[in-house]
């Protein structure tokens, strides 16, 4: 692998700004984005990425070899949070093992989005059905890990409090913000096409390297803030937030090869296997799953996968695929 | 002025509209309810700083009269026992305009 790869990732401006947040917190820095900028700017972010999806859905169709990857991203967001459980109730308990099962079948957005980046840079062309790939992997798995949880019988405490009713749940998960303005954009990115487009484009592209930039900043004081309570996870935890991830990685390289995915696209699909929710999943486990320990699970994809994926991982995965590919 | 109990609920974000719930079950309609509140209790560290809310609480106010009281605290505790939180309970005088 080409070291220089994961250097000229590392000094671009939105992972050293990650970075630099990072730093802030650990140097014990006042500095801080007000909670209703960070929002603001990851609207702007999936609004972004989800109209850019959609036009370029629209200029490619619907052909077979789009819908391949969506169908492995579906299967696959079912199937690792089943592994994740099965590895994790070893060591954890019901709620806890199918908290973070939940947190990493699914996917997190703005590991995809730094991808993107990544391969904007590389001059690497994707596809805008990666973009609803990312949008259908993100809701099974928080179904797939509450359905366990049941399984394993956290309902029959007789405290119903956590008892959310399935049908309730599954409407919480379609109707999640993000994913919601995610679908949304990417909807209306198909149907406008390049007129729509031309329309937003000032607005919905230019800015975007900007933007994420600075909520990379915010993401950085933030994970920065949980690294004490992922110390306390313990070794075990940490070993997975990392192994857990490379495991997936490989697996979405392998099926990416069998499907005969271009170089992109595959970078693309392995990023959303290896990644792990710190938005979507998060908010709904804590509702659906109260006795899980938040502790746990938001410190091991905030602070340790995210940070891995963005500044490792990304160029790790693309050397593999372009080693492989070639 | 009327004598009743001030309630002070102070529970994670994302359940809070539970609490709210309950509330308007046992009949209490009135409340206060101050949002992204930071803190730490028997689950840790709330830093408030969350953008979904996970790491955020809620603080909820409200009185209730002493023919209710029991009952809503009965609704109550489970629901905290199992999502976490903290239920004041102490005595007021309520004066309106």
Redesign the interface.
Known sequence: MDPSLILTNLLNPPILFFLLGMAATLLGSDL?IP?PI??AL?LYLLFSIGMHGGVELHRSGFEPAVLLPLGIGVAASVAIPLGAFVLLRRRLGVEDAAAIAATYGSISAVTFITAVNFLEVQGVRFGGHMVAAMALMESPPILVAVLLARRHGVSANG????DLPLGALVREAALNGPVFLLLGSLLVGLVTGEQGWAAVEPFAYAPFRGVLTLFLLDMGI?AA?RLD?LRASGAFLAAFAVGFPLLNAALAIALSALAGLAVGDALLLTVLFASAS???V??AV??AL??A???LY?PMSLALTFPFNIALGIPLYYAVIVALWS | MEKVSRIEIVVDSLNSGRVVELLAKQGLKGYTLIRGVAGSGERGLQRGDDLTEVSNNTYILTTCPADKLEAFLAALCPLLRRVGGICLVSEAVQYRG
Request: charged content about 20%; cysteine-free.
């Open positions: 801080d909670q960070t929002r990851s405290e119903g409090a956590g933030i803030r309570a710190y938005i979507a998060p908010a804590r509702v109260p006795g320990n938040p502790s938001l």
